[in-house]
């Protein structure tokens, strides 16, 4: 890393390369002032000042590079933006102010009437919503597929297909999508491959590596991990990422330069929350498993997942969400859940915090009937989000729901 000590300014790209993605989630983009602190500073400001008449015309007409507005540049936000950038082995990229507005702009920027989309059922329920009420609206066609089903996607590709949106593994049921293989088919196509990759961080996985155009976040997950902020971030090549951001200089979904700040200070400790989450989501897995009155578990980690063995390949970890299947109904599922006491019960995930719900009823209760049944989203289903609690004290808190079984 180049330290510039006359500008007291560490510039993020040049000595970085090589470097490991928990050295760069404590170093990368870091911006020091004057006073050299040593942990990032935040910047709070809407506007800035010129030093002359001149030097504000030329920020404004792009000739010299700078702060203009908080709308269009923050120096904290420009911190995590080139923090995550270089964690996902990105060119470029942008953020936003949530997870949801980061998948806004990334279509608002790369998508026109007309176009078609291949997205994968098990999104995010906010993004179906997004795709199929909104976007629909302005003539942009979509298409539902299976993740794990290469044919149908392959079957849903069309001449006007430009975007193949994913996220792996999936909520909740953890299925895997082949990353390389639809990087192949999407290129195939002229199309870009979007994934979002909130499950798994950059610490677990990188998309871009295996051939993916875009990679999106919520930051509001594992990149702050303590429940704290709403945000998002978009990365990728700078000829993509220069559309998204001028979407959102128009439009404004801009990230707070405070929100950017815990995310940064979020980022420092996300190699070792994940190394956390997965250990204990691996060990709740395996011993959910052993559990009477609990028929199946999900977790790619166990090694008769289906995609075990790709997410062995593309994953370094594999996350801290699983689910599993109580014996019974809503019923039985609702039991389980009231009886733990430690563990909150909310549709929240990738806190440190270990949170548990109900899908069918919560993040995937706007299902139809029939959606829900070829999503596998069974009324006797539940999710957890494991955190970094001990593992003996969640067992013990998810032993209360195991005798709420038998009860
Ligand atoms: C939460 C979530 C989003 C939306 O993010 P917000 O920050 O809530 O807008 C998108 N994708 C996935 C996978 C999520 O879990």
Redesign the pocket.
């Known amino acids: 890393m180049t330290y510039r000590r006359e500008e007291h300014t560490f510039i993020p790209e040049a000595d970085l390369e090589g470097m490991s993605v928990e050295t760069l989630a404590v170093r990368a983009g870091q911006v020091r002032t004057a006073q050299l602190e040593h942990s990032d500073p935040i910047f709070p400001t809407s506007s800035f000042v010129y030093g002359s008449a001149a030097q504000a015309a030329a920020r404004f007409g792009g000739e010299e590079p700078g702060n203009i507005y908080s709308r269009f540049t923050n120096p904290t936000v420009q911190a995590f933006e080139a923090r995550i950038a270089a964690m996902e082995g990105g060119e470029r990229a942008v953020a936003t102010a949530?997870?949801?507005?980061a998948?806004l702009s990334t279509c608002m920027a790369l998508l026109k009437a007309g176009d078609h989309v291949v997205c994968s059922r098990g999104?995010?329920g906010?993004?179906n919503v997004l795709l199929q009420k909104y976007f629909a609206k302005f003539g942009v066609e979509i298409s539902f597929v299976s993740l794990t089903d290469l044919r149908q996607w392959q079957d849903a590709v069309r001449s006007n297909t430009r975007m193949l949106f994913l996220?792996t593994p999936s909520?909740p049921l953890c299925e895997v999508a082949d990353l390389e293989a639809l990087s192949q088919l999407a290129k195939s196509a002229d199309a870009l491959l979007v994934v979002?990759n909130?499950?798994c961080t950059p610490i677990l996985q990188r998309p871009l590596e295996f051939g993916a155009d875009v990679v999106?976040h919520?930051?509001?997950?594992y990149l702050d991990g303590q429940g704290r902020c709403?945000?998002?971030v978009v990365v990728g090549s700078n000829a993509l990422m220069e559309e998204v951001y001028g979407f959102l200089r128009s439009a404004g979904p801009t990230l707070s330069p405070f929100n950017a700040w815990v995310f940064l200070k979020g980022l420092e400790t996300l190699p070792i929350r994940m190394r956390a989450h997965c250990e204990n989501a691996l060990e709740l897995a395996t011993w959910l498993e052993q559990q009477e009155g609990i028929e199946e578990v999900f977790y790619a980690g166990l090694k008769q997942h289906p995609q075990h063995q790709l997410a062995l390949k593309q994953q370094s970890g594999f996350g801290g969400v699983l689910s599993f299947r109580v014996r019974g109904g809503r019923e039985a599922a609702w039991a389980f859940i009231d009886a733990t006491r430690m563990i909150s019960i909310t549709a929240n995930?990738?806190d440190v915090k270990t949170t548990i719900t109900h899908p069918a009823t919560t993040t995937h209760g706007r299902l139809s009937p029939e959606d829900k049944a070829q999503a596998g989203i069974t009324e006797n289903l539940i999710r957890v989000s494991v955190g970094i609690e001990s593992s003996a004290d969640l067992k013990k808190d998810l032993s209360r729901g195991l005798d709420a079984l038998k009860g």
């Open positions: 949530s997870g949801m507005a998948i999104v995010f906010t993004t996220e909520n979002d909130c499950f999106i919520s930051a509001t997950k709403v945000g998002g995930l990738g």
